[in-house]
T-cell receptor, first 113, second 113 residues
Framework: SQTIHQWPATLVQPVGSPLSLECTVE??????LYWYRQAAGRGLQLLFY??????ISSEVPQNLSASRPQDRQFILSSKKLLLSDSGFYLC????????????FGPGTRLTVL | AQKVTQAQTEISVVEKEDVTLDCVYE???????LFWYKQPPSGELVFLIR??????QNEISGRYSWNFQKSTSSFNFTITASQVVDSAVYFC??????????FGPGTRLSVLP
């Protein structure tokens, strides 16, 4: 069966510090991968999605970036965090043949102080 | 552009009551997919159901049922005989291409014992 992992589970970082969140998927090959952010009390916002290694599409301009160095690894980064980057970050995957259904990881709660 | 509205921000019911969560969507595309996700206190999103725009049959899965009506652009979710474990935030989502998901703001359901 497929599983998706995210770490860290929680993170507290000062403004201006760098960020690296990691997401890995097991049990499937060549998945589509997604990063979402959920701000407090709000819905989910798609940040990035990737259909393959090195292929990243950005939905919202911001100070975040994403990379996909391996088939089942998706990384969300920032060089300098802003207060507005606080939120709950969710990684999701879908199979190439059924991109209409996404499965989510446990999430990372980021607090920027 | 697509939009999903969940007018109910919070709902509280007593255990064993039935509860309906409303979802209204907007899209100009004739082909699209609708979803419901559950987000328990642990934070991860749990996939509940996917419906495509060509299938208006209502669906029942145990205590869960979904009413899809294209005429009113609604995809409502009913929980019958609610239980405390149903307490969560529920998100309705829409996708027209299977890659980009638009989520509603969510409805927080509290089921009281």
């Amino acid at each position: 069966s497929q599983t998706i992992h995210q770490w860290p589970a929680t993170l507290v970082q000062p403004v201006g510090s760098p960020l690296s969140l990691e997401c890995t998927v097991e049990g499937t090959s060549n998945p589509n991968l997604y990063w979402y952010r959920q701000a407090a009390g709000r819905g989910l916002q798609l940040l990035f999605y990737s259909v393959g290694i090195g292929q990243i599409s950005s939905e919202v301009p911001q100070n975040l970036s994403a990379s996909r160095p391996q088939d089942r690894q998706f990384i969300l980064s920032s060089k300098k965090l802003l207060l507005s980057d606080s939120g709950f970050y969710l990684c999701a995957w879908s199979v190439l043949e059924r991109t209409d259904t996404q499965y989510f990881g446990p999430g990372t709660r980021l607090t920027v102080l | 552009a697509q939009k999903v509205t969940q007018a109910q921000t919070e709902i509280s019911v007593v255990e064993k009551e039935d509860v309906t969560l409303d979802c209204v969507y907007e899209t100009r595309d004739t082909t699209y997919y609708l979803f419901w996700y559950k987000q328990p206190p642990s934070g991860e999103l749990v996939f509940l159901i996917r419906r495509n725009s060509f299938d208006e049959q209502n669906e029942i899965s145990g205590r869960y049922s979904w009413n899809f009506q294209k005429s009113t652009s609604s995809f409502n979710f009913t929980i019958t005989a609610s239980q405390v474990v149903d307490s969560a935030v529920y998100f309705c989502a829409l996708s027209v291409d299977g890659q980009n998901f638009v989520f509603g703001p969510g409805t927080r359901l509290s089921v009281l014992p």
